[in-house]
């Protein structure tokens, strides 16, 4: 295995190292390694030279913050900043070896584990499988009350640092290895306030949804583990809906446990696992019939019956109180998905009867779901601008479609943007009054090359029929709203017939929420019925979008990891 160190340009532009352990001849397969916090990727080599993997490259970075890599040491802007890293070193790794992200193996350790699994969650990667070696779904923090009074710590004086308890001869019996960790100038003890935080929330929202994730899984855990808890991986284990899935609890291991003592074990049993990952087919099984049962349709059967008394008495309050908010008002009467709803809400000024009214308004714009509503906007407004400047780059027509505009604003205000690039756009709603809010914007920015007509976005005849040809199409909030797959399929293959070959699709997607049993229980939809939602994991609309004729190309997420927007590329000549 040649040996060789490179950087990277991520996302944000931040550079960052890498090793590479490269076969000869040049490997189709790869193994993807993501260390623990307060280390690097050369601690990785023993590993390495024990899987003997003769046809498979491995790879492993220096996280940013840590290693080689720049940063302040354990600091990032956040979590989700990593994650993204995580799906940006995955994607030039492809690129770059010619390797499919479909034949990669992904081994992480500690909080690369929950990095990794997270990025798992949010991307829906197609990897052959994931090993997690002791994921700190729980860092056990030991201080009471730590978690509240480190965000009360952050919110009083802002950023600031942790240092870790954690001594080498915590992590490992091995005292050379201990002598080694202690010795290493590149490992630090230090963390951030935000990232501890951001790793109790998102292990939090692992843990509550590890059955959207299906990738053949091996968790190895360690049963004398003082950094972090045994009990929440097996929680994690028991819910997740992977068909392949494994957990080895280590007897006499400590947290640390690819340097432990008898760390033979780990490594035949994690190459054992590669190994059989990589002989056969993906073992990840299809979610296009995920309406019809599995995960997401148990929870939307249960969102539909009975629930908790208690939303009865918050959904009265929203009925009676709740009206003098302007926002709240609006969501029931014309329903709380609704486009004009949503124009409301990425308007985000607070207005109401009476100075409660305000304040219930402030409060209903300031939601976790309406931040991730009003980011996901963001998202859509930046993949869309950057796909009109490569199209324009390259020569080719700027042909917007919006099957489902609702009141138009992120493309009207995006072709306002780019005023240097001629495009044309149609924008299609079924709902008059989104079409008429969607004309007095496109009247009040002066555009010209804006057509706003009534359409079904289930219309696939409609669809086709569209001259001349969208080069860009776009779909955003509106399959979120429909649980039964088929209309979804339907829509899609309108779109593909649609689209050039070669043209794109934005996608929106709706992978989690903390509020949806909120929602279901106490706000209506567009149709004055209880606004019930059935989740699909990313993982499910990628494939749904891939059947359609599409290859899923990149995607945004919020940090909260509620909503997603895709860009996929229409496949043909």
Known sequence: MNLTEHTMVSWDGTELFYRAWSPAPAARKALVLFHRGHEHSGRW????????????????????????????????????????????????ISEQRGIRV????????????????????????????????????????????????????QKLFGPGFVKSYVKAKMLTHDPAEAASYEADSLIFRQIAVN??????????????????????????????DWVVSLSAQRQFFDRLSSPVKRMTVLAGFNHAIFHEKDRKIVFETCREFIVERFAGPSATPTLLDADQHG???????????????????????????????????????????????LDY???????????????????????????????????????????????????????????????????LETLHRLTNIPATATLRDYKQENLEVATRLADELKLTGATIAHGDAFDRASLAGLKPRPTIGIVSGLYELFP????????????????EPGGHLIYTNQPWH???????????????????????????????VGAAGFEKMREEIDEWGIFSVSVARRIGT
């Open 295 to 341: 995960y997401t349709k148990m929870e939307y059967d249960r969102l539909r019956g009975p629930g908790n008394p208690m939303f009865a008495v918050t959904r009265g309050f929203m009925k009676t109180v709740g009206p003098l908010s302007d926002g709240v008002r609006l969501g029931w009467r014309t329903g709380f998905d609704s486009g004009v709803t």
């Open 345 to 411: 809400v990425y308007e985000n000024r607070t207005r109401g009867r009476t100075s409660l009214g305000k304040l219930i308004d402030h409060n209903f714009l300031n939601s976790l779901g309406w931040r991730g509503i009003r980011q996901r906007r963001v998202h859509l407004e930046k993949l869309l601008g950057e796909l009109m400047e490569e199209a324009h780059a390259a020569g080719r027509p700027v042909r917007l479609l919006d099957i489902a505009c609702g009141g138009g604003r992120y493309v």
């Open 514 to 544: 903390p509020q949806v049993e909120f929602i279901a229980r106490v706000l209506v939809n567009r149709e004055g019925q209880p606004w019930i939602m059935r989740r699909r994991t990313q993982a499910e609309m990628d494939e749904l």
């Open 45 to 92: 080599q023993e590993l390495v030279d024990a899987l003997n993997l003769t046809d498979v490259a491995v790879f492993a970075w220096d996280a940013r913050g840590h290693g080689r890599s720049p940063g302040e040491r354990g600091s990032a802007p956040n979590l989700a900043a990593v994650i993204k890293d995580t799906d940006a070193f995955v994607r030039h």
């Open 102 to 153: 479909a034949d990669m193996v992904v081994l992480a350790h500690s909080v690369g584990a929950v990095t990794a699994t997270a990025w798992v969650h949010d991307y829906a990667p197609p990897i052959r499988a994931l090993i997690l070696g002791t994921p700190a779904f729980r860092v056990k923090l030991y201080v009471p009350l730590a978690v509240p009074a480190l965000r009360l710590k």
């Open 195 to 224: 990232i501890l935080l951001d790793l109790h929330d998102t292990s939090t929202r692992l843990l509550d949804d590890a059955g959207a994730i299906h990738v053949p899984t091996l968790i190895l855990s360690a049963d004398t």
């Open 484 to 499: 039964e797959n088929a209309p979804v399929r339907t829509s899609l293959a309108g779109l593909a017939d649609a689209i």
